[in-house]
């Protein structure tokens, strides 16, 4: 039989790492239902570099996977120009591997085949795509804010998300 003042801590213990475990859900529950649209971060986003990695951000509905049907598109819109080919292993799904097909100046993007998801259900995720320094893009030669149309085989109608490229260092 434990004595009072164990069970007495040991429940104040308990209900502490309740609440803490319930912020962070609430937490992450609220900034995944923002009513903030997808993102586009470059690196180096200064005009005329090379070797620029994208990363796009989203938050979609999560089932057993990310719902958006089988594929992320992204049309690069002129200024910008995709090389003639973006290898798939220079692109991630998730932080996992990741399948390419380039029609036009538009890439599909999906998750690699085998993929193994979590079966938590009911909520919107933050999905991550990124294309890696590896697939050769390029930033525009002059600073600018252009723009990048996302849409996936579930929402076909394309978002269309801001880029900003800054101007490069003198």
Known sequence: MRSAPVKFWARRFLIAAFLAGATVLVSATLQANGAAGPSVTLAPDTAAATGVRWTVRMVVPYCGGYKVGGYVALRFLAPFVLPPAVPSAAVSFADGPATVLEKGNTLRIAPAPGRMWS????????????????????????????????????????????????????
Do not use: F, H, W
């Open 119 to 170: 079966m938590l259900c009911g909520t919107d995720l933050p999905l991550e795509v990124v294309i890696g320094k590896s697939a050769r893009l390029r930033n525009p030669r002059r600073p600018g804010r252009y723009a990048l149309e996302i849409s996936t085989e579930a929402n076909p109608a394309p978002a269309r998300v801001s880029v900003l490229v800054r101007p490069a260092p003198p």
